[in-house]
C-alpha cells in the first residue's frame, strides 16, 4: 500500500524529518506515537503533499506511483486522506457542498460521470446513518464554528464519504469527549477492511484500546526510533518516553 | 505571502471574456462629438415630444456647467466627450410590432449571448428587454403581461404611449442636477426599459433587461424608470456586456425605482462588461447612477449586484426611506482581477420613522486590481427609531490587490440604531491545501471558496440568475490565483 524509504523532509532550512522508514501493508492499521514537535504532523503532511515542506531525499510508493510526483489533489483521488489535526474553516461551503466537488473531482479524474445529486444525498444520508452524524453538522458552513469535536468527528465523516484506500489521522482522538471517542472509534473500525489501511497519530493508548493497531512506531526527531506491537503503546504510558530518548541518545 | 502562493499566481494567467465578438450590421449613427445639435439629432431619432426635447436641453446645459468628479479612490484617464459617438442604432424601421421584424442578425447576437428572444427558447418566467447599442430591440412577454395591466417596454416607446406616467417620474429621483453623469445622460440617453405595475399587482414574471454595447467608439446611456404602485411588486433584472475593444467605452446610465405604498422592487444585476485585458487596455467605465425611493409606507425596495466586468466600476445603488416602515436593502458581491477597480456602495437615506436598511457587501480583490466600498447611511431629524445594519466583508487573493473601505454615517436622531462589521480575509493556502487534500483542484478550490463567500448574496438572486452569476465569478477569477 504505501512503502516509505529513507525520507528526509525540511521546511524554512531546518530538517526536520531525518530519515523515515515505514511499510504499511492493506488492511494494516499502524499508531505512530511520539513527544511533541517530533514531526508527525510534518509526516502527514508531506504525504498529503503540502508544498511548504521540502523533500529533501527519499521515495515514497503509493499503490505503486510515486507519490512524491503527485499533486496533493492527485494523490487525494488515487484514495490518500489526511484527518486533519487542525480542521480548516470554509465559511458559506456546506460539507454537503464541499463533499459533492470533491466527489465529483475525484470521478472526474477517474473518468467517471459525477454523480446524480439524488444519488449523492442518497450516499450521504446512508454515510450519516453509519457515522451517526447530525444533519445540522453537514448544512452548516464546513467546520464553521464547530466545536473541536465535531470538527474531528466531521473529518472522519469526510473519510467515511470518500472512501480512501490510506487514511491519516492526525491526532483525531484531541479534543473528543468520551462518547464522541466511541462514535469516532466505531466509525473508523466499520471502515476497516481488507484493502484499506490506517496511519493513526496519537498522543493516547486510549485511541488504541478502540482502534487496535497492529503496529505500534515511536517517532522522535524525525525518525521512527522504536516499533512494536499494540503493546508498546501500553508500555509507553507507564513508562512516557524519557527511556527512548535515552536509548537513542546512548546510540550516538 | 509565502512562496508557492505567488507560483501559482503566475503560473495561471490566461483569463478569457467569452462575450468579446462584435455584430456585422449597418449602423445608423450620429456624428462624433456632443453639442445641442446632437442633443436634438437623438430627440429628433426618436420622434420625441417637444417637452422630452426641452428636458434634454436643459440638462445637457447644465451638464456644460458642470465639472467632473474627481474625490474616487482612483485615477482614470481624462475622457475626451468630444470623441464619443452619442447614439448608434441598428439601421431598421422604428416601429417593431413583431420578432419577426428584427434584422437576423441581432438575433443571433442575443442567441449568443444566451438570451433567446425567439418564442419557443425563451426562459420561461423572464421577460426580457433586450437593447442593442442605442436602441431597444424587441421586449418579450409583452401580451401576457398586458394582461395584467403591467407595462414594460422601452422608454423610448413610454415617452409616446405614457407621456402622463414619464413626465411625473421621470428625473423625480435621479434630477439632471445631481451629478455630472446623469446630467449628461438624462441629455443623451438613448434607450432603456420603463415598467409600471399596477395597484395591488404581484408581477407574474421576473423582468429583465439586456445591454449590449456593440459598436465602435461609441457610450451607452441608457435609462430606466420602474414605478410599483401601491401594494404591487416586481422582481427586475439586468444583465450586460460588450466587444472586446482597445479603446475604453462610457457607460453612464441612470436608473429610477419608485415604490408607492406597500409596494417592493427588487432589482438585481448582473454586471459583466468587457473589463479590459491583462495589462488594463480597454474596458468599459461604467458609471452609473442608480436610486430608488420608498415613496410610501411599508415600502420596500432590494438592489442586489454582482459586478465582475467593466475596467472601471463606480456607482452607489441608492435608498430613499421616505415612507415610514419602509425598507432598503444593498447587497453586493464586486469582483475584481486584474487591473480593474471597482468603487461601489450604497446610500441609505432614513427620512421616515422606523425606516430601516440592511446593506451586506462582499469584495473580492485578485490581480492587482483596486475594490472600494463606500456607503453612506444618513439617519434624518425626523426618522424616529431608524435602524441600520452594514456588513462588509472583503477577500482578497494574492499579495498585490488592495481593499478598502468608507463608511460614512450621519446620524441627526439619537433614536436610530445602527450596526458595522467589517473584515478582510485572505484565501489562505490552508484552505486551498484542504480542498486539495479532498481532491478538489486549485480553480474549482477558489470558486468554491469565494462562491462561499458570497453566499448570502448569490441567495438574493432568482434561482436562474444565481447559477449564471456563480459561473461568472469563477470564470471572473479564472487565473487569478493561488
Ligand atoms: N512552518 C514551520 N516553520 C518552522 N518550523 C516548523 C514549521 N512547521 C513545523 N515546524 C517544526 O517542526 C517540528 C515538527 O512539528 P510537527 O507539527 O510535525 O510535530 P508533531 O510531532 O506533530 O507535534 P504534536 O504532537 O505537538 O502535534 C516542530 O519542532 C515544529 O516547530
Ligand atoms: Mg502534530
Redesign the pocket.
Given at each position: 500500500m504505501l512503502k516509505i524509504e529513507n525520507l528526509k523532509a525540511s521546511?524554512?532550512g531546518?530538517s526536520?524529518l531525518n530519515g523515515i522508514n515505514l511499510d504499511i501493508k492493506p488492511g494494516e492499521v499502524h499508531a505512530i506515537m511520539?513527544p511533541?514537535?517530533?514531526?508527525?504532523?510534518?509526516?502527514s503532511a508531506v504525504l498529503a503533499g503540502r508544498n511548504?515542506y521540502e523533500v529533501t531525499e527519499g521515495v515514497v510508493d503509493f499503490l505503486g506511483k510515486d507519490l512524491l510526483d503527485m499533486s496533493p489533489e492527485d494523490r487525494a483521488r488515487e484514495g490518500l486522506f489526511l484527518a486533519f489535526?487542525y480542521p480548516i474553516e470554509i465559511p458559506g461551503v456546506s460539507t454537503t457542498n464541499f463533499l459533492k466537488t470533491a466527489i465529483n473531482e475525484k470521478r472526474k479524474y477517474l473518468g467517471l460521470e459525477p454523480m446524480e445529486a439524488t444519488d449523492f444525498l442518497k450516499f450521504m444520508r446512508s454515510k450519516m446513518e453509519e457515522m451517526e452524524m447530525d444533519k445540522s453538522l453537514t448544512s452548516r458552513s464546513l467546520n464553521e464554528g464547530f466545536s473541536g469535536g465535531e470538527k474531528k468527528r466531521n473529518e472522519v465523516f469526510q473519510m467515511a464519504m470518500l472512501e480512501p484506500k490510506l487514511a491519516i489521522l492526525d491526532?483525531t482522538d484531541s479534543g473528543l469527549d468520551i462518547d464522541a471517542l466511541r462514535l469516532v472509534s466505531a466509525g473508523v473500525n466499520k471502515l476497516r477492511n481488507p484493502d484499506r489501511s490506517f496511519l493513526v497519530i496519537t498522543?493516547y493508548q486510549r485511541l488504541l484500546d478502540y482502534i487496535v493497531p497492529d503496529f505500534v512506531h515511536v517517532?522522535y526527531k524525525g525518525r521512527i526510533v522504536k516499533s512494536g506491537d499494540a503493546s508498546l503503546a501500553k508500555e509507553l504510558e507507564v513508562k512516557g518516553y524519557d527511556w527512548i530518548k535515552q536509548e537513542v541518545e546512548a546510540a550516538v | 505571502m509565502s512562496e508557492p502562493e505567488v507560483d501559482i499566481i503566475d503560473q495561471v494567467v490566461s483569463q478569457e471574456y467569452k462575450y468579446g465578438f462584435v455584430t456585422d450590421i449597418e449602423m445608423d449613427t450620429a456624428p462624433k462629438g456632443l453639442n445641442e445639435d446632437i442633443v436634438r439629432f437623438i430627440s429628433a431619432k426618436k420622434n420625441e415630444p417637444e417637452w422630452m426635447l426641452e428636458y434634454r436641453l436643459k440638462a445637457f446645459r447644465y451638464w456644460l456647467k458642470m465639472e467632473e468628479p474627481n474625490w474616487q479612490n482612483f485615477n482614470y484617464p481624462k475622457i475626451n466627450y468630444q470623441d464619443i459617438i452619442y447614439y448608434a442604432a441598428p439601421k431598421q424601421k422604428i416601429a417593431l410590432d413583431s420578432l419577426d421584424q428584427v434584422d437576423p442578425e441581432l438575433l443571433k447576437t442575443f442567441e449568443k449571448l444566451g438570451i433567446s428572444l425567439l418564442e419557443q427558447k425563451r426562459l420561461t418566467g423572464v421577460a426580457v428587454d433586450a437593447v442593442f447599442d442605442s436602441v431597444s430591440i424587441a421586449t418579450t412577454f409583452k401580451e401576457q403581461l398586458k394582461e395584467k395591466g403591467v407595462i414594460f417596454c422601452a422608454i423610448s416607446e413610454a415617452v409616446h404611449k405614457h407621456p402622463d406616467l414619464v413626465k411625473k417620474y421621470l428625473s423625480s429621483v435621479v434630477p439632471y442636477t445631481d451629478n455630472y453623469f446623469a446630467a449628461l445622460n438624462s441629455a443623451v440617453f438613448s434607450d432603456g426599459s420603463f415598467v409600471y405595475i399596477p395597484k395591488g399587482v404581484r408581477c407574474p414574471m421576473e423582468l429583465s433587461t439586456y445591454f449590449r454595447i456593440n459598436a465602435e467608439n461609441t457610450g451607452q446611456f441608457e435609462r430606466t424608470l420602474i414605478i410599483a404602485d401601491e401594494g404591487s411588486y416586481v422582481s427586475y433584472l439586468e444583465g450586460c456586456t460588450a466587444p472586446m475593444r482597445d479603446e475604453n467605452q462610457l457607460h453612464a446610465a441612470v436608473v429610477e425605482l419608485i415604490a408607492l405604498e406597500k409596494a417592493e422592487i427588487k432589482y438585481s444585476t448582473v454586471q459583466n462588461w468587457y473589463p479590459g485585458d491583462k495589462e488594463g487596455k480597454g474596458g468599459i467605465y461604467n458609471f452609473v447612477t442608480k436610486r430608488g425611493i420608498c415613496e410610501g409606507a411599508y415600502a420596500k425596495i432590494s438592489w442586489t449586484q454582482v459586478e465582475t466586468g467593466s475596467a472601471i466600476t463606480w456607482k452607489y445603488p441608492s435608498c430613499i426611506l421616505k415612507g415610514d416602515y419602509s425598507t432598503g436593502e444593498f447587497f453586493s458581491v464586486a469582483v475584481t482581477n486584474n487591473a480593474q477597480v471597482a468603487d461601489t456602495g450604497t446610500k441609505m437615506i432614513h427620512i421616515g420613522k422606523h425606516t430601516k436598511s440592511r446593506i451586506v457587501s462582499k469584495g473580492i480583490s485578485a490581480g492587482k486590481s483596486h475594490n472600494s466600498y463606500r456607503g453612506l447611511v444618513k439617519v434624518n431629524k425626523k426618522a424616529e427609531h431608524a435602524r441600520n445594519y452594514t456588513q462588509c466583508d472583503s477577500m482578497l487573493i494574492g499579495d498585490r490587490s488592495g481593499a478598502h473601505t468608507f463608511p460614512y454615517i450621519e446620524v441627526n436622531n439619537n433614536t436610530a440604531t445602527l450596526e458595522h462589521e467589517a473584515s478582510t480575509s485572505k484565501i489562505g493556502e490552508d484552505q486551498i491545501f484542504y480542498c486539495s487534500q479532498r481532491g478538489i483542484g486549485l480553480e474549482e478550490a477558489i470558486s468554491l471558496i469565494v462562491n462561499g463567500f458570497c453566499k448570502e448574496v448569490l441567495n438574493q438572486l432568482p434561482m436562474e440568475f444565481a447559477v449564471e452569476a456563480q459561473k461568472l465569478l469563477a470564470v471572473s477569477l479564472e487565473g487569478s490565483v493561488g
Open positions: 521546511i524554512e531546518k526536520i511520539g511533541n514537535g517530533a514531526g508527525k504532523s510534518t509526516l511548504d489535526q491526532e498522543h517517532l | -
